[in-house]
Every structure is written in structure tokens, then in C-alpha cells.
């Protein structure tokens, strides 16, 4: 059977793990969680955050416990089963597939603005230099990661250390601005309920921390990267998200926040840099770039891991001397430009239909995580095998925590009318997911039945 590479070095599973956290959601995207909650939008984001956390917790304790397995979706089809395995992988696979186009099309708006080229060229050139370097090696991959993620690392911890010197009145000139915090309504200026909706907003911001399973599969030690991400996730969310954003609201008084504008520049722009606008630019395509990569990468290797159990085409299952899985990247290349033809094209409205079937995707695998790690926590139990180095705390509540704490995120987009037709786009894609599970194993039921009538026979 082929197999991927291990040529991926600790450094590289750092940056990933970092990577996946930041991404557009947090530099752009925020605004508009800011501007519908308050500064209470923290408390929004130490929910999510919370939720995230438990996930990777159970992801690094089964990583020890399996460590055989060495993909994300796979621990879902360990704890549940094939059905549970096919309908996670093809389900994870579709919400990147959909990121990828989506991806594209940002900077090449982002280039557009800067050079006047038409967006789907410039988005189909994006798609053949990330195809380049995904067919080159996943060291190619990797190294490319590293750097765009240092380069956001360090933006936001330039940023970080801007604003806490201007918060606390060391350069605002007038003292501390932490009254903007109550000033413009209170904390909870839009109420609390607001802080609960926005906690649906920026849970699909805060998605992406589990690549690193997937790229730890091309590591030297595979388990030892995903448990060493597990206990580290909770320092970049609070970091990264938490602490930027605190101050971002702390600077600016969060009634001059507009959806759609990056509130980084309207911070830093607060704080007198005139060279914001154009720095945020730079750092946001960086950012749109480190996730178009990582997307494109996380669709061709969780393709060939479906292919490797059957559960995709066989022929997918073909690295090149590399050990590159060269036909799934081919196939992530060719699904990413349809879905950049579909946006800037008349099929706008296919585009737009196929985002919203992605909106509560992510919701859907990490509850079959959290159900799957019950289960093969359980099973260790009751075979006596010894605990792992790593465990999750407070099992099995913890869990039911995060599974309710999910449950309410799905309530809360049926009650809200923006994100309804996302639920509903997203329970369809589920529903099919399943269906084609069971036309998949009927058939699979049927042949090896044949097989054993045929072997009698003779």
C-alpha cells in the first residue's frame, strides 16, 4: 500500500498548528462580530475557544491511546465505526474543497485592488502555484507554512505589544483608553443573548487547529505532534484571539467598527500608523494564502486517506517518488477552479449555495469527535490497557459539555435567521453523507456476499 511521506520536521508541525487558528476570520472577519456583540465579543470567543480546546484535549488523548491512526477523521471511524469514518472524511474533505475557492477569490480581490488584474485570473494563478507546491513534496507544503505563519505570528504579536502600550497610556497621550470597554453602552452594550449569537459567529473563525493532525501523518512522530498540539492550542486562542481582540476593543470604542473592514487597521490607524492600511493589506493576503495552502493540502491527504479505506476511487490512491498522493492534489486543483468559475461567474448563486452547505459542517464532525473519543475511552477502559500520558480532563462531563456546548451552536443558528438556510444547506450535505454511506456498503455487502457464494461454488 503506498504511504505519505515523513519528511515534515517539528518546526513545520509548530507553524501548521499555529497556522490553522489564524487565518482572514481573525484579521477581517471579526468586525463584524465586534460590531453585533460589544466589547463583550471576548466573552464570545472564550466560549468558542473553551469548545475548541476540549476537542483537541480528546483529539491528543486518542492520538496517544491509536497511535496507529494518523488522521483527524480517522479517530471519528475508530470511536464509530465506517459509517462515522466515511461520512467525517467526506464531510472535512467538502468544507475545505469549499475554503479553497473561497480563499482564492479573497486575494484575488485583495490582489486586484493593488494591480487592477481581472479577480478569476488572478484566482486561477493563485490555484496553479498552490497546485505547484502541494504536487512538489508536502516538505514544499511545509516550509511554505512555516513562513506564512511566522509572518502572521509576528504581526500579531507586533500588534499586541502596539496596543498594550497605547491601552495602558504609555503612547495614547492621554492616558488609558480600557474606558472604551464600558463606555459605549456597557460591556454587554448589545446584551448577553448578543454574546451567545456571536459565539456562533466566531466558532467557525476559530476551526482549523486539527490540520495538524493531518500534516502530523507526514511527521516523524505522528501521536507525540498531535498531543504536544492538544495542550498547546489554548495558548495560541488566547493569545492570538482573545488578547487581540480585547485590545483592539480596549483602543478603539467598538461603535466605530463597520462589518467587512479589518479592525486591525482601524486600530492601528486609531493609534496614528499611517501605514496601516497598507501593512494589514500585505499581513491579511499572507493569512488568505496560508490558508488557501493549507486547505489545498488538507483536501488531497484527507482524499487519500478516504481512498487508502475504501471509501473513495482506488485509483486515488498513487503517490508519485515523492510520496506525494498526486491525482488527490490534482483533483482538489480541479474541484478549487470550478468553484472560482462558479463564484465569478453566472453560477454565482451554485457558489453561494455551496458555502452555506459548509456553514455548520465543522459543528457536525467535532460532535462525532467528542461521541467517538467516549467511546474509545470506554473501550481502553474496559480492555484495561493502561492510561495514556495524556488525558481528558473531567471525563466524561467535559465531553458532555462540549457536546452540549455544540448542540446550543446549532440552536442558535435555527434561531437566528441569517444562518438558517446555512443549517439547513449543512444538515442536506449531512443527510447525503450518510446516504452515500449506506448505497457504499450495500454494495460492498453485496459483493463480498457474491464472493463467498462464488468461493463455495468452486
Known sequence: MPEL?????????????????????????????IAATGPAIVVSYLITGTLVLLVMRMLGEMALTVPTIRSFTEFVREGLGNWGGFVAGWLYWYFWMIVVPAEAIAGANI???????????????LM????????????????FEFWFASIKVAAIIAFI??????????????????????QYGGFAAKGWIAVLSGAVTVYFSLTGAEITTIAAAESQEPARAVA????????????FYVGSILLIVAVVPWVQVRSGESPFTLALTTMHFGWASLAMSV??????????????????????????RGDAPQWLVQVNARKVPTRSVWMGSLAGVLGILAATRSAQGVFTFLVNASGALMVFVYMMTAVAHLRVRRAREASGAPAPALQMWWFPWANYLALAGMGAVLVAMALTAEMRDELRASGLSFAIAVGAFLVVDARRRARAAAAVTHARGS
Open 283 to 308: 499581513i491579511i493576503l499572507t493569512a488568505v494564502l496560508s490558508c488557501l495552502n493549507s486547505a489545498f493540502y488538507v483536501c488531497s491527504r484527507v482524499l487519500f486517506v478516504l481512498a487508502e
Open 228 to 239: 504536544r498540539m492538544s495542550t498547546t492550542v489554548i495558548v495560541r486562542i488566547l493569545t
Open 161 to 182: 505589544c502596539l496596543a498594550a502600550a497605547f491601552a495602558f497610556g504609555i503612547t495614547s497621550g492621554t492616558g488609558p483608553t480600557f474606558g472604551n470597554l464600558t
Open 5 to 33: 511521506s515523513r519528511s515534515l520536521k517539528p518546526r513545520h508541525i509548530a507553524m501548521i498548528s499555529i497556522g490553522g487558528v489564524i487565518g482572514a476570520g481573525l484579521f477581517v472577519s471579526s468586525s463584524a462580530a
Open 111 to 125: 490582489v486586484h485592488g493593488w494591480t487592477g488584474l481581472p479577480p478569476l485570473w488572478v484566482g486561477l494563478g
Open 128 to 143: 496553479a502555484v498552490m497546485t505547484g507546491v502541494n504536487l512538489m513534496s508536502a516538505r514544499s507544503y511545509g516550509e
